[in-house]
Nanobody, 125 residues
């Protein structure tokens, strides 16, 4: 019943931009903290960005601050990640996730209840 479906990934040259989207269904989207994570081959999944429930605050991985922007549209049950000035080290599968916790450590994968299938972002070096 619960679904998170990412889209918008692709191949882009360094310095380019992509906008990822996550379509959510099956739960009360606005009451969930939403996050973006990424995983490159041979590396652990890492936190990228999060939007607190109701969109009250945002948090970013240090290396993406100033380049990535997370946003949410609670009326449309969608989450976005605008990625600008992409770098080769941004290459990874990007997944969105949802947390129902009343207080969430947004960078921790264990805090999230639902996960999408991921979308590939490739930035050649």
């Amino acid at each position: 019943q619960v679904q998170l479906v990412e889209s918008g990934g692709g191949l882009v040259q360094a310095g380019g931009s992509l906008r990822l989207s996550c379509a959510a269904s099956g739960f009360t989207f606005s009451t969930y903290t939403m996050g973006w994570f990424r995983q490159a081959p041979g590396k652990e999944r890492e936190f990228v960005a999060a939007s607190r429930r109701f969109g009250t605050s945002t948090t970013y991985l240090d290396s993406v601050k100033g380049r990535f922007t997370i946003s949410r549209d609670n009326a449309k049950n969608t989450l976005h990640l605008q990625m600008n000035n992409l770098k080769p080290e941004d290459t990874a599968v990007y997944s969105c996730a949802a947390s129902r916790a009343s207080w969430t450590i947004v960078s921790s994968t264990t805090q999230y209840d639902y996960w999408g299938q991921g979308t590939q972002v490739t930035v050649p070096s």
